[in-house]
């Protein structure tokens, strides 16, 4: 039930429905092949194999949850950032692109069992980036960017150093979800995040922090607002598990809003495509208020800015 939903494709969430921030699942493959079969046809009576040249090759490879739920617009994670890539050179004036990839490494018991991350593993993820944006990176912006003379990311974050509205234009922020052993091999080698190229949503206060998250707007309003208005960046969800696209329930999305969180998730920025017929499903969809793409924040948005439009 909490799987029973779909998504367009990333140039059609960019193009028809203003998405600035999206999120991609990515599981190790150093040698690749490990994801080519997926053993939960087994119970469909369906092949296992997947027929997919691309995914025998190595690199980090895209999907929700190993053997079940692995179609995806993007086999690759290289895949995904080259469409990444190509939409913003053709759109060079778009505001900052939020890109979080979430790192999976588990999977279903007594079925393919995913590969682990380790700092190896991140050093090829970062190549991965590198590989597609170049060795200096072009636009995307990394935690040594950030950082300037500071001595931390999350110095430079509570400082207000952040590039302005004008400066950001045409980039992109790369930030992982990582658990917290994860974590440890990210920054292995890396203090601080240095010479890294993705931000890592951590917590608030470690020197590595500049973006971190609290996914309920509801139980955690006061903490995302107090936040925000320390300069930290903060994700929030408006929706989870299909639940406010049923019901239609739209509190937990007026939460969202009013926090000031900046990334702001949702699953359903369309009605779900049953909602016309099937009485299951309501027509529960988010946008910002008048399909604008962005708008001044409501916690800490300068007061002069106040009733001017923030477009592409």
Same mark, same amino acid.
């Given at each position: 039930?909490?799987l029973?939903?779909?998504h367009?494709?990333?140039?059609?969430q960019?193009?028809?429905?203003?998405?600035?921030?999206i999120?991609?699942?990515?599981y190790?493959?150093?040698?690749?092949?490990?994801y080519?079969?997926r053993?939960?046809?087994?119970?469909?009576?369906?092949?296992?194999a997947?027929?997919e040249?691309?995914?025998?090759n190595p690199?980090?490879?895209?999907?929700?949850?190993?053997?079940?739920?692995?179609?995806?617009?993007h086999?690759?994670?290289?895949?995904a950032?080259?469409?990444?890539?190509d939409?913003?050179?053709?759109?060079?004036n778009?505001?900052?692109?939020?890109?979080?990839?979430?790192?999976?490494?588990?999977?279903?018991?007594?079925?393919?069992?995913?590969?682990?991350?380790?700092?190896?593993s991140?050093d090829?993820?970062?190549?991965e980036?590198?590989?597609?944006?170049?060795? %200096?990176?072009?636009?995307?912006? $990394?935690?040594?960017?950030?950082? !300037?003379? /500071?001595a931390?990311? &999350?110095? =430079?974050?509570?400082?207000g150093?952040?590039?302005?509205?004008a400066?950001?234009r045409?980039?992109?922020y790369?930030?992982?979800?990582?658990?917290?052993?994860q974590?440890?091999?990210?920054?292995?080698?890396?203090?601080?995040?240095?010479?890294?190229?993705?931000?890592?949503f951590?917590?608030?206060?470690?020197?590595?922090?500049?973006?971190?998250?609290?996914?309920?707007p509801?139980?955690?309003?006061?903490?995302?607002?107090?936040?925000v208005q320390?300069?930290?960046?903060?994700r %929030?969800?408006t929706?989870?598990? $299909?639940?406010?696209?049923r019901? !239609?329930? /739209?509190?937990?999305? &007026?939460? =969202?809003?009013?926090?000031?969180?900046?990334?702001?998730?949702?699953?359903?920025?369309r009605?779900?495509?049953?909602?016309?017929?099937?009485?299951?499903?309501s027509?529960?969809?988010?946008?910002?208020?008048?399909?604008v793409?962005a708008?001044?924040?409501?916690?800490?948005?300068?007061?002069?800015?106040?009733?001017?439009?923030?477009?592409?």
């Amino acid at each position: 039930m909490e799987l029973d939903y779909t998504h367009e494709s990333l140039t059609t969430q960019f193009d028809s429905f203003n998405m600035r921030s999206i999120e991609i699942d990515i599981y190790n493959d150093p040698n690749g092949g490990a994801y080519y079969d997926r053993q939960g046809n087994i119970l469909i009576l369906e092949p296992t194999a997947s027929n997919e040249p691309q995914l025998l090759n190595p690199g980090m490879k895209v999907l929700h949850i190993t053997d079940i739920d692995y179609l995806t617009h993007h086999l690759t994670f290289f895949s995904a950032l080259m469409t990444i890539r190509d939409w913003s050179n053709l759109h060079p004036n778009h505001l900052p692109l939020i890109v979080m990839v979430e790192a999976k490494d588990t999977g279903i018991p007594l079925m393919t069992t995913p590969v682990p991350y380790t700092a190896a593993s991140f050093d090829a993820l970062d190549a991965e980036v590198a590989s597609v944006f170049g060795a %200096t990176l072009g636009q995307v912006v $990394t935690p040594d960017e950030l950082r !300037g003379t /500071y001595a931390t990311p &999350n110095e =430079a974050a509570l400082a207000g150093a952040w590039p302005t509205l004008a400066e950001s234009r045409g980039t992109i922020y790369f930030v992982l979800m990582l658990s917290a052993a994860q974590k440890t091999d990210y920054l292995a080698g890396h203090p601080a995040l240095t010479g890294r190229n993705m931000f890592i949503f951590g917590e608030p206060g470690d020197g590595e922090t500049a973006f971190t998250k609290f996914d309920d707007p509801a139980a955690n309003q006061d903490t995302i607002q107090s936040l925000v208005q320390a300069g930290y960046m903060v994700r %929030t969800r408006t929706d989870a598990g $299909t639940w406010e696209a049923r019901s !239609g329930d /739209y509190s937990r999305m &007026n939460m =969202a809003f009013s926090s000031g969180a900046q990334i702001i998730s949702t699953d359903y920025y369309r009605p779900d495509e049953r909602a016309p017929t099937d009485p299951g499903w309501s027509d529960y969809s988010v946008q910002l208020p008048n399909d604008v793409v962005a708008r001044l924040n409501p916690v800490n948005g300068p007061a002069e800015y106040v009733g001017i439009d923030i477009d592409d």
